[in-house]
């Protein structure tokens, strides 16, 4: 006689990006070895595949995750967790004033997605010289080296984002650039004009969750922001 089979409600969720609609499952205790693991190796490449392969199990539609903003994953994996193990999670919050840290609890259903209406993806860097910028992916975002710079690794990420550079006459395709000619591009920009880039990724959507807790130490509220996605896993 077969072992009988387990019911597994399904959610459905909507992406920030685009207003599509996603049905997932929550994770099982499968995929949850699979984080475990991942998570003691402390190793960024393992992390990334193992936050991809559970949502790819768990979503029912067919979806490309490296073509997803790091900004849906995140959601959709903080979705994902808030069913799966509950939708409270304990960070790790310093008071300032005596340099203790204490946890705090954060309800999961109050994350949101911060928008700002300055945020535009086509940058103008002059009157006649244009960027169309697309959202990095998570693995872009996991792939920064703490061995390079913040510079060094600010090229990276913008290399990695640039959907396409126009002028009035011509557009230049990325793609049939290598890597070295895309950052002596970068590198030959003005100041003002490398500011109009930043400003694409400082009013990009993000994840964003904010409370008010009190200091067991001071007695004070403390404004707690977690705005990163590891933020969310201290």
Not at 60 to 68: A, H, K, V, W, Y
């Amino acid at each position: 006689m077969p072992l009988p089979k387990i019911d597994i409600a399904t959610f459905e969720l909507k992406l920030p990006s685009d207003g599509r609609k996603l049905k997932y499952r929550p994770f099982l205790v499968k995929e949850e070895k699979i984080l475990l693991i991942a998570a003691e190796s402390k190793n960024n490449d393992q992390i990334l595949n193992a936050i991809e392969q559970v949502i790819t199990n768990c979503v029912t539609e067919s979806i490309d995750l490296d073509q997803m903003p790091s900004f849906d994953v995140e959601y959709i994996f903080l979705k994902l967790r808030e069913k799966s193990i509950g939708d409270v999670i304990k960070v790790t919050v310093t008071d300032p004033e005596v340099k203790k840290k204490f946890e705090v609890n954060v309800d999961l259903n109050k994350v949101t997605i911060k928008k700002s209406n300055k945020h535009e993806k086509k940058v103008q860097l002059s009157d006649s010289l244009f960027l169309q910028m697309k959202y990095p992916n998570l693995k872009t975002i996991l792939s920064l080296d703490d061995s390079k710079t913040m510079v060094e690794n600010g090229l990276e990420v913008i290399t990695n984002c640039i959907e396409k550079i126009y002028d009035q006459e011509t557009v230049y395709d990325p793609k049939e650039y290598t890597k070295k000619e895309l950052h002596e591009f970068l590198e030959n920009l003005t100041q003002d004009m490398f500011e109009k880039i930043n400003q694409f990724f400082e009013t990009m959507p993000t994840i964003y969750y904010e409370s008010e807790e009190t200091s067991p130490f001071s007695d004070k509220k403390i404004k707690v922001v977690l705005d990163k996605f590891i933020d969310f896993f201290d």
